[in-house]
């Protein structure tokens, strides 16, 4: 566990389960309880949707609620503060990506040569030949980093190694099992991987740009989906 935080410089997901957690225990919710649905909750805390999502599985990893896929949140022990520090949120990590490798993207269009883009066509090959999770996000990494690395700038390289870093912090890791981003039977990531790999290979920076944003995006799809508290419509921004 990260060292703990307290006040305004609390990651705002932390301050929203603190906010749940309080009210477990001022309402005598006993363990079981179900809480409230998704859009019930976020509208009484006054908060968005999905930063209530991240704040339920920052109090799921301290044990102090189950997530039922597709069911419900449940009680399952009274506490008022959740756990320390879990990492960034994934959504703002996810804003943070989307900002700054679609740039690289588009700057890549422009520098790349035939050797990295036979090293990015490898490392989509072995993201579709992967077998389990571990072998497919780091064949995953392997692209990103690789697409840096075709900017000859190497300060973004260090900047895009560093958000996948955290993109295996705690919440990331269960919100990404939650929702299936992880061995997903329906993953498009492959697929936009060559899509952005036929824009580089075309020179066409933004259209490389306008891939990458897309592909970002289809991640945060995934980790909005309705189906990790109940059968709603999916989470607002």
């Not at 929203?16 to 649905?37: N, Q, Y």
């Not at 700054?100 to 588009?106: D, G, Q």
């Not at 990458?212 to 999916?234: G, N």
């Amino acid at each position: 566990m990260g060292r703990e935080e307290t006040g305004p410089g609390m990651r705002l997901y932390r301050q929203v389960a603190d906010r749940v957690a309080r009210m477990i225990v001022e309402e005598s919710l006993a363990p079981g309880t179900r809480l409230p649905p998704e859009r019930e909750l976020a509208a009484r805390l006054n908060v968005a949707r999905s930063t209530l999502r991240e704040a339920m599985i920052a109090l799921e990893i301290a044990g102090q609620v189950t997530i039922r896929t597709g069911s419900g949140i449940y009680v399952t022990q009274a506490d008022t503060r959740a756990e320390g520090d879990l990492g960034p949120s994934p959504l703002e990590l996810l804003d943070a990506r989307e900002l700054i490798e679609s740039e690289i993207a588009a700057r890549a269009a422009v520098s790349i040569d035939a050797n990295r883009l036979m090293a990015l066509e490898a490392s989509i090959e072995a993201m579709a030949k992967a077998h389990g999770r571990e072998t497919h996000r780091e064949a995953d990494r392997a692209f990103h980093i690789g697409l840096a690395e075709a900017t000859r700038i190497n300060p973004l390289v260090s900047i895009v190694d560093n958000l996948w870093s955290q993109m295996f912090s705690p919440i990331f890791e269960r919100m990404g099992a939650l929702t299936g981003l992880f061995g997903d039977p329906d993953d498009t990531a492959l697929n936009h991987h060559k899509m952005i790999l036929d824009a580089l290979a075309a020179r066409d920076a933004e259209l490389c740009r306008a891939r990458m944003q897309a592909h970002l995006i289809d991640v945060r799809r995934v980790l909005l989906r309705a189906s990790l508290f109940s059968a709603d419509t999916p989470p607002g921004p």
